[in-house]
């Protein structure tokens, strides 16, 4: 089976820009949730997505918003992006809730 | 005090050595255990999965679960260089509300 797979890998962006990222789950999995990695704050949980529908959430601002279409595959947008907002983006998907998750390689997103 | 405790590291041991990993935590409902290898600029790779207490092997690695302590080990034998990586405890109480909780990773690296 092919792994998670996530585009882009890189992206530069300024700041007051808006980005969206694109992560296709392991097929047959309905379940995909988002991280955000950084150095200071490690792996944390931004939103779980199961049949189209945001389950849970977590601590981050409203510009931070995702989906999840027919196919499960996901699309996250980060609005008005700010210098904090560079991380690693993370995500996972699983075939039921969040137990165990496969990541897929990440989206490095550096905000100037 | 954080949910997910983890030494950061690094670890520096000899290759063939006996390394152990550990993380604890303070929530009493976690009930599922991870442990993920990252690698750098890559994603973190599943590794282990316990439930609840007890022990589970694999290859060259052993996950120990102690609820009534809250803590949790990885031991990998006869350690390669090519385990140099960073290690993650993960947990969830499998509700799934606030995704899983992830210690900050600890620095592995194995000597040749």
């Known amino acids: 089976k092919a792994g998670v797979t996530q585009t882009p890998r890189y992206l530069i962006k300024t700041r007051g820009q808006q980005v969206t990222l694109s992560c296709s789950p392991i097929?047959?999995?309905?379940?995909v949730s988002w991280y955000q990695q950084t150095p200071g704050q490690g792996l944390q949980f931004l939103f779980e997505?199961?049949?189209?529908?945001?389950?849970n959430k977590g601590n981050f601002p409203g510009r931070f918003s995702g989906r999840q279409f027919s196919n499960s595959r996901s699309e996250m947008n980060v609005s008005t992006l700010e210098l904090g907002d560079s991380a690693l983006y993370l995500c996972?998907?699983?075939?039921?809730?969040?137990?165990?998750?496969?990541f897929g390689p990440g989206t490095r997103l550096l905000v100037l | 005090q954080k949910e997910v405790e983890q030494d950061p590291g690094p670890l520096s041991v000899p290759e063939g050595a006996i390394v152990s990993l550990n993380c604890t935590y303070s929530?009493?409902?976690?009930?599922?255990f991870m442990w993920y290898r990252q690698y750098s600029r890559k994603g973190p790779e599943l590794l282990m999965y316990?439930?609840?207490?007890g022990n589970k092997e694999d290859g060259r690695f052993t996950a120990q679960v102690d609820k009534s302590s809250k803590y949790i080990s990885l031991f990998i034998r006869d350690s390669q260089p090519s385990d140099s990586a960073t290690y993650l405890c993960?947990?969830?109480?499998?509700?799934?509300?606030?995704?899983?909780?992830f210690g900050k990773g600890t620095h592995l690296i194995i000597q040749p």
């Open positions: 316990t439930y609840s207490s």
């Open positions: 097929s047959g999995h309905r379940s």
């Open positions: 996972a998907s699983s075939w039921d809730r969040s137990r165990t998750q496969y």
């Open positions: 997505y199961f049949s189209e529908t945001q389950r």
């Open positions: 929530n009493s409902a976690f009930q599922y």
């Open positions: 993960a947990m969830s109480d499998g509700g799934g509300a606030d995704g899983l909780t």
